[in-house]
């Protein structure tokens, strides 16, 4: 069965500087696509950035990067150049190829220090 | 473009009271679903449904039920409240036409229901 592991509840980050966030997923799929959300105080949810599980290059999109590690299931996000804007809960999801359900991680909320 | 439209926002309801949340998306998505958002639990599937008059139970379907008569409406209901329901409500689509790994979710404003 899938499942996403985000294994951090909170993090700090100083503006400005760097941050990744944890995800790690179990599935005995070999396609499978890989998703970052985040949602902001407001409550709505943001796609952020994608990757598949055949995609040879880490996805990028902005300042976001998916740090993927297929042999080791992980799929982190870093966010460069942190700004106060990123203060926000970030999740980690999972769809499996064949497979119509989305599954979640239970989150990490991250704090831009200024 | 009105994208994923969930009604209502907020509701309190007693232990042992039935009601639905409305959700409507107006992009021709076949792919519809409900999650609960729980803190430290990240958000759970409920339901989900692949196309009009199809739909299946995700990772918490207990105490809900789901019917999926257009391509538009997706409506969740509560049969009975209990307090372990009390939530925050996301219903959300995407386009599966072409089973697309790739296609993200749409989400709507999440309704935050309480179960007194």
């Known amino acids: 069965a899938q499942k996403i592991t985000q294994t951090q509840p909170g993090m700090f980050v100083q503006e400005k500087e760097a941050v990744t966030l944890d995800c790690t997923y179990d599935?005995?799929?070999?396609?499978?696509?890989l998703f970052w959300y985040k949602q902001p105080s407001s409550g709505e949810m943001i796609f952020l950035i994608y990757?598949?599980?055949?995609?040879?290059q880490n996805a990028t999109e902005g300042r976001y990067s998916l740090n993927f590690q297929k042999a080791r299931k992980s799929a982190n996000l870093v966010i460069s150049a942190s700004q106060l804007g990123d203060s926000a809960m970030y999740f980690c999801?999972?769809?499996?190829?064949?497979?119509?359900?989305?599954?979640f991680g239970a989150g990490t909320r991250l704090f831009v220090k200024a | 473009n009105a994208g994923v439209t969930q009604t209502p926002k907020f509701q309190v309801l007693k232990t042992g009271q039935s009601m639905t949340l409305q959700c409507a998306q107006d992009?021709?998505?076949?792919?519809m679903s409900w999650y609960r958002q729980d803190p430290g639990m990240g958000l759970r599937l409920i339901h989900y449904?692949?196309?009009?008059?199809?739909?299946d139970q995700g990772e918490v379907p207990n105490g809900y039920n789901v019917s999926r008569s257009t391509t538009e409406d997706f409506p969740l209901r509560l049969l009975s409240a209990a307090p372990s329901q009390t939530s925050v409500y996301f219903c959300?689509?995407?386009?599966?036409?072409?089973?697309?790994?790739?296609?993200?979710?749409?989400f709507g404003s999440g309704t935050q229901l309480s179960v007194l």
């Open positions: 959300a689509s995407s386009y599966q036409g072409a089973f697309n790994l790739g296609e993200k979710l749409f």
């Open positions: 599935t005995s799929d070999q396609s499978y696509g």
């Open positions: 990757q598949g599980s055949y995609d040879e």
């Open positions: 999801a999972m769809r499996e190829d064949g497979g119509f359900k989305t599954i």
């Open positions: 992009m021709n998505h076949e792919y």
């Open positions: 449904s692949v196309g009009a008059g199809i739909t």
